[in-house]
């Protein structure tokens, strides 16, 4: 991955203030000059069953991670790129254990050491799509009692989260909070938890993102499309978890997972065709639960049928037979492209992209200072001044300023602060994004109407800030001032 300038400049930063702190500050300046360096680091986190390994298969385009419940989906599993493919389980006292991918290409359920010893389970894969991405795959939340007492499930939530995974997320830039159906209070508690776990930007919507999986189960009948119910609902969410993540994307992980880890065959594509060729009541008969596809006579063997099952689910399989009856000529290849447009996954993708990728630089950077600033706080007295005063020097710059107006929109889309939602979501575009139609709301505007515009907003933020704002709201409306000021000289 090539650095961006944001995270450049504080990499080069690291280097010349490591020399000048103790042994304690030093191994964290060097740590985080380290990861500077490396791909945006990303926690997919959930509840038991809500489909996270399918979902990091999709990502990573490899189906590696085991869905099935064993050892190894009790430990957190990194993915990174390396050369080859090749998998260390790292016991918690540092010893690495070599294990080969299993006869499917998948990790080992069984693990070399017990799953209690183990800290974390090395994933490096020759995979394209992890060149710019780790994925950091963690345990299953336990569902949390909701009849208990607050204290209880205070107490609870504090234990939900086991060390290894805290650890994993605390290291993570960003995270996925993936659930199923609509979003429950344990699941919003869950999300808090992970926020109070994580480093200081990643505790925002600015880098948090909800993943409304098995979208497919709100199909209201069989064979039934889900998405005009799954769409409004993940909005619906989206609207509920605003303080929490940035947005809330519905998507069918089985079929991402099927179509991007190329797990349909032409075999199974055929098999699909002959079950479209079936006279309607009977496949309507086959098509109408689980168990009557597997048990229902038919021309394709009962372990294809499971297989298709294990692939694409009855809401797949009807998706595909529609289109092999409208095309009866359809390739492999066309109808994994259909199905993969069909899981939501382009959408996710998209958002990714928007979120993560955009933002890579300025998320990784922040996530530097934040780490430095910690270490200020809690090491040693005589290391304060100086890694302090290396972070201010960095946020000072004029360039730099997306720094502490990202913190601010963090503070502002949390609630921290409360604005009017127009102010809200006008901090929220300036921190955001880069182009000034869109953080001014004029897309098509000449360059001299978007300068007059960000002399407005700078002049109305700043005269909020003097009159009428809470002394938070004014700390915010000081910082997007300067965010508007400087669009006004770059238009300029």
């Known amino acids: ?22 042994d304690t500050s030093r191994a964290v300046v060097e740590d985080v000059a380290s990861r500077l360096g490396q791909p945006l680091r990303v926690a997919v986190a959930g509840r038991l069953k809500a489909g996270k390994s399918t ?3 999709a990502l990573i385009g490899r189906r590696v991670a085991p869905t099935a419940a064993g050892e190894c989906t009790r430990v957190v599993t990194q993915f990174r790129y390396g050369p080859a ?109 992970f926020a109070k776990a994580s480093q200081q930007l990643s505790s925002s919507p600015m880098n948090s993102l909800a993943l409304y999986n098995k979208a ?43 179509a991007e880890a190329g797990l349909l065959t032409a075999a199974d594509c055929e098999a699909l065709r002959t079950l479209a060729g ?5 496949r309507a008969l086959m098509l109408a639960s689980a168990g009557l596809f597997t048990s229902t006579e038919g021309p394709v063997d009962v372990e294809q049928r499971k297989r298709l099952l294990e692939r694409l689910d009855l809401y797949g399989i009807n998706f595909a037979i529609a289109h092999l009856q409208a095309n009866p000529h359809l390739a492999t290849g066309e109808l994994v492209r259909l ?10 993708r998209s958002t990714l992209h928007q979120i993560f990728g955009v933002r890579a630089d300025v998320i990784k950077a922040g996530w530097a200072l934040s780490r430095l600033e910690a270490a200020a706080s809690s090491g040693p007295a005589g290391d304060r001044d100086q ?4 972070v201010e020097q960095i946020v000072a710059r ?50 001299a109407q978007l300068r007059r515009s960000a002399i407005e907003a700078a002049s109305r933020w700043r005269a909020f800030a003097n009159g009428g704002a809470t002394p938070a709201q004014a700390r915010v409306a000081n910082v997007v001032h300067r965010g508007f000021h400087l669009l006004a000289q770059r238009l300029g």
């Open 1 to 22: 991955m090539v650095a961006g300038q944001l995270s450049t400049s504080v990499a080069s930063m690291c280097e010349d203030l490591a020399p000048k702190v103790s």
């Open 55 to 57: 979902l990091v298969n």
């Open 85 to 193: 493919d090749r998998i260390d389980v790292i016991a918690r006292d540092g010893r690495k254990h070599a294990v080969p991918l299993d006869a499917a290409g998948m990790i080992p359920t069984s693990l070399p050491i017990p799953a209690d010893d183990a800290a974390l389970i090395d994933v490096q894969l020759s995979s394209d799509r992890l060149r710019d991405l780790i994925v950091v795959d963690t345990p299953g939340l336990q569902s949390v009692n909701t009849d208990i007492s607050d204290a209880a499930r205070e107490m609870l939530f504090s234990e939900d989260i086991d060390d290894d995974s805290r650890e994993a997320v605390a290291g993570a830039e960003a995270i996925i909070y993936v659930f199923t159906q609509q979003v429950r209070s344990d699941d919003i508690e869950a999300l808090e938890a």
């Open 339 to 348: 199905l993969f447009a069909a899981s939501g996954f382009p959408r996710l």
């Open 398 to 447: 004029p360039e730099y300023h997306r720094l502490p107006l990202l913190e601010a929109a963090a503070q502002v889309t949390t609630g921290q602060v409360p604005l009017p939602e127009e102010m809200e979501s006008e901090v929220a575009r300036l921190a955001l994004t880069d182009d000034a139609g869109t953080v001014l709301g004029l897309p098509e505007a000449p360059r």
């Open 216 to 258: 497919d189960k709100l199909s209201p009948g069989p064979g039934q499309d889900p998405w005009p119910v799954a769409t409004p609902i993940a909005a619906d969410q989206a609207t509920i978890l605003k303080r929490a993540v940035c947005d809330v994307v519905p998507v069918v992980g089985l079929l991402a997972e099927t």
């Open 387 to 390: 890694l302090r005063g290396a």
């Open 278 to 282: 079936l006279d309607e009541e009977k």
